[in-house]
């Protein structure tokens, strides 16, 4: 194989893992430059997603079908979640932080007393390999970052061109003005918290179509995801989708040239060099809502 | 009737009171003003009719309903609209999704559509500046946007929250013009919170003066330009009489 061959192949690989991680970090940011709250169980709703659709693909749906139900079930635990306990830590973002840290820990673990806490895989949903003048491609992967390029443009023409987009933006950007419009900022949030569950309820799902979970594969998902939204500045949904590109292209890159067994550093060196040089992300972010003065 | 009616509100932070029982009203087509020195407690009153804080106690009604306490959401879209101080403009927007943003909670698509034109006509500036981001805009530009956004949402209740700060005397002779012009254009009644007691005492028919999270004194302008206390409270400072 050509070096060149082999190179097209990690990027690809690199692309499909990022394509998951930049669904996270869609929600991390979208809930953090709403409200403030840095949600670290994302990773976890993430997780559900994938058991979710292990579960529906085990009883004998098909992947299409245990998809809807992944992103219905995971947007569903975001709306009860943010009604019976993140609503009443608006006030204190902080509180908000740690309820998400509690949550980890739950989440596991009820996943892990049903469930067990062994590997979950489904059979692959595509395995169609396709060779391309020498480059292996497998269709699996095309198909979760087509999938994530859509759900993406979706939600980026939702978000520049509807009204409601609009108002999302403006509550990001200063939610007691919002309010003065007669926008119900809090329907927003709620609203936020349902589509971020979503994404991470679609990211779960494809990432059990490329790779095994367990209970605790949220960790390190969400970490990087974190990562990726901090790189492109907490709180900015496009500079969240350019660091999720950026970090897919240079995972792929490290992996294709020997040094994979560092692939998850990267993400991290990457923040830590962003963070260094500007503070506020590659693309700029915003500092959580201005709170009532 | 009055359209908005304050009675004996208390408000405050934390442990911190800040306006101690005030009771005032607007009336159909009025312009009043709240006059009173730094701190006394006028921008936090606004802000408690518009719903953005909680009185602590005391009742607020707008039209012969009570609506104390009520999120500033739903008091926008009942028609009791705060124009904040600092213009509060949405910087990374442009100055059509401003506006478009202050018809939010509209649903008569054709008289929005209307009324984005009269702003455009009404403010020239923000027809030129239409597809700027609002942060490009100078001090000026952003207070005019600002009470076109306000305006955006058909109130029945403009409050205007320092509309004169930072302003050269030009541009404060341009927005006094525009107070005067909204009650006849768009049939808003006008609650005006100033230092400039210049462009006050030259807009508004009734005003009172506030001091310490009191009224102290109230009546008609005419009453107040002669008041020898008024004077010593507070015209006697620094800020220009003249407009």
Redesign the interface.
Known sequence: MRAVDIFIQQILNGLSIASVITLIAIGVTLIFGLTGIINFAHGEFLMIGGIVTWLAVSAGLGFPLAVVLAILAVGLMGYILERGLFRFTLERPTNGFIVSLGLIVVLQHVVVLFWNPNQKSIPRPLTTVWEVGGVRIASVRVMVIAITIAVVALSFRMITAS?YG??L??SV??R???????????RYITGVFVLGSALAGLGGALLIALFPITPFTGGTMVMKGFAVALIGGLGNIYGAVAAGLILGIVEGFSAGYGFSQWTDAYSFALMILVLIVRPHGLFGGTSGPRM?S | MNLLAVSDVVTGYGPTIVNRGVSLTLGEGEIVTILGPNGAGKSTLLKAI????RPRSGSISFDGTEVTGL???VM??RGV??V?EGR?I????TVE?NL???A??RRDDAAVETDFATMLAFFPILATKRRDKGGSLSGGQQQMLAIA??LM?RPRVLLLDEPSLGLSPLLVKEIKAIILGIGERFGASVLLVEQNAGLALSVASRGYLMQNGRIVVSGAIAELRDMSLMRELYLGGVTGATV
């Open positions: 009204r609009r108002a933006r403006a950007e200063d007691d003005t919002a309010a003065l419009m007669g926008i119900p900022v809090r009532a | 518009a719903g953005l804080i999120a500033a959401d926008a879209r609209v705060l904040p509060k949405f910087v990374d927007m999704e478009r943003l202050g939010y909670a956004r306000g949402t």
